[in-house]
Each structure stands twice: as C-alpha cells, then as structure tokens.
C-alpha cells in the first residue's frame, strides 16, 4: 500500500482529489451547510483534513513535512496577515474611488455572510456568529493549504519539478471551486452563458491564488504565509467586512477581490524572481 501511494503521484492526487471534491459536491449541492444559520460549507474540510491525516500516516510522513513547522508559526503567520492586509487596503480604496465616481454613497459594516457570486447576501449579528465565521475558515484554510499547497506540491515533487508539482496543484485548486458557480447555474441564478464565463474566471482567479500561495509555501518552506493570507482574504475580506451603499451590499465584491489578489500576485512572484536571482548568483559564487 505504501509502496503503490508513494509512486505516480499525479494520478494519486487526481484520485485524492476527486474524493474529496465528491464530498464537497454533495455538502454544496445537497446539504447546504453554508445556506443555514452556520454560514460555511465545513463538513467537506473536516473530511479532507481526516483524509490527508490518514494519508500522512500511510506515507509515514508528519504535518511538519507539509509546512505544518512550529517554530515558524507566528513570524509567518505575521507576514501572511500584512500581505493580505496590505493589497486588500488598496482594494477597498479603489472600491470606494469607483462607488464614488458613480456618485454612491458608501460606508463600511461588520457582520458575517457568505461569499456569493450572486450577490445574494444574509446578515448576522452577534458574537457567536463572529467566532462560528472564524472558526470554520481556520478549518477551512487548513484543509485547502494543507492538501492544495502542503501536502500537494510536497508529494508531486518527489517524482515530478517543483514547477510541474506548484502548476498541477493550482489547476487542481481551481477546479475546485467549480462546484459554487454550477450550484447558481442549477438553482436558475446563471445562464448556461453567464455559468461558463464565471467558470472560467473562477478557475482562473482560483489557479493564481493558488500558485500565489504555493511560491509562498516553496519559498519559506512553511505553510503559514500563505494560510493566513488565505484566512484573512476568506474571513475578513468576504465574510466580515462589507461595503454598503443605499443599492445593497458588496456589489463591487468581485471587483475588490480581483484587485486584491492580482495586485498581491503580481507582488510575490516579483519577489520570487528576485529572490531566486538571488540564489543563483550566490551559488556561482
């Protein structure tokens, strides 16, 4: 068994995936976690974090082999929280730069939801809703950094480049989040049209936050930077903090996060050019 896992890697990981993407179908589609009062589609994480558990184990690998390493948990976690921070302020700014020009008033509220590509939002208040949102999305981002970056391009790796390894995790990672635009195409919220756009889009916007996370993941050899760039972009950005105006709420949501993580992308993977130019001349050295 041991032996089967640890050889062709791409396959296994297709495989891995599409059971965990069979959950998240069925949670999205079916159970609908995130349409009732908790808000958050949590039960095919919970899934995914027992199954990579499971996996590490079979490997005989440890959740520091992913990134998962202690000593580096708060400066990483630090550094992830100012990149998040620093890009979606930009973000905000230009959100309210444009309400403004198109002459609408806007302010900014606090309160939980969820993320929508509808635009359909319910409000909650109230402290157990605030620790329920930040909860679930530590779940969350530990599933999807620990299998999508951690476990993903460690694994792929062994057999493949670590560019082969970065790319085939954000395709993967793109695909899934498919499963949110298909649920607006079956409930009648999309056209046929309209769901192939945003599909694509999706995928797209999703594959480069996904290779913006695994750089981060390749260059500091932790997960944490990108966890908490994730968790601050899932939970502050989406699900808490909000720009209304007298026409609803969040109608720029798109726009915003667009900015937000191809303004950071284009940043880090600066930052990793330089950093590998770096490398190379100290190594000629």
């Given at each position: 068994m041991n032996r089967r896992i640890e050889n062709n890697t791409i396959r296994n990981s297709i495989i891995i995936f599409l059971l965990c993407l069979a959950v998240h179908t069925f949670e999205v589609l079916v159970i609908r976690t995130d349409e009732t009062f908790i808000a958050e589609c949590f039960i095919n994480?919970?899934?995914g974090i027992i199954l990579l558990y499971v996996i590490l184990k079979i490997l005989k690998w440890h959740w520091r082999d992913i990134g998962f390493i202690k000593q580096k948990l708060l400066p990483n976690v630090l550094k992830g929280f100012v990149l998040c921070f620093v890009f979606y302020l930009i973000a905000f700014v230009i959100e309210f730069v444009i309400l403004a020009i198109q002459g609408t008033p806007a302010h900014m509220e606090f309160f939980v939801t969820g993320f929508s590509l509808t635009g359909n939002v319910v409000k909650q208040t109230g402290f157990g809703f605030v620790l329920m949102c930040i909860g679930f999305n530590i779940i969350n981002v530990w599933m999807e950094e620990g299998l999508f970056r951690g476990f993903y391009i460690t694994y792929i790796a062994k057999e493949h480049s670590k560019k082969t390894a970065l790319y085939v995790a954000a395709f993967l990672f793109g695909l899934w989040h498919l499963v949110t635009p298909f649920r607006s195409l079956i409930d009648g919220?999309?056209?046929?049209?309209?769901?192939?756009?945003?599909?694509?889009?999706?995928?797209?916007?999703s594959g480069i936050m996904g290779i913006k996370w695994g750089l981060l993941y390749q260059l500091s050899g932790t997960i944490w930077i990108g966890l908490a760039d994730h968790f601050f972009n899932n939970c502050i950005v989406t699900n808490l903090l909000h720009v209304v105006t007298d026409n609803g709420v969040d109608e720029l949501q798109i726009v915003r996060v667009l900015i937000g993580e191809l303004t950071s992308f284009i940043a880090v993977i600066i930052y990793f050019k330089i950093k590998m130019r770096m490398i190379s001349e100290r190594n000629k050295e």
């Open positions: 994480k919970v899934f919220e999309m056209s046929i049209g309209v769901f192939a756009i945003m599909s694509i889009g999706y995928v797209i916007l």
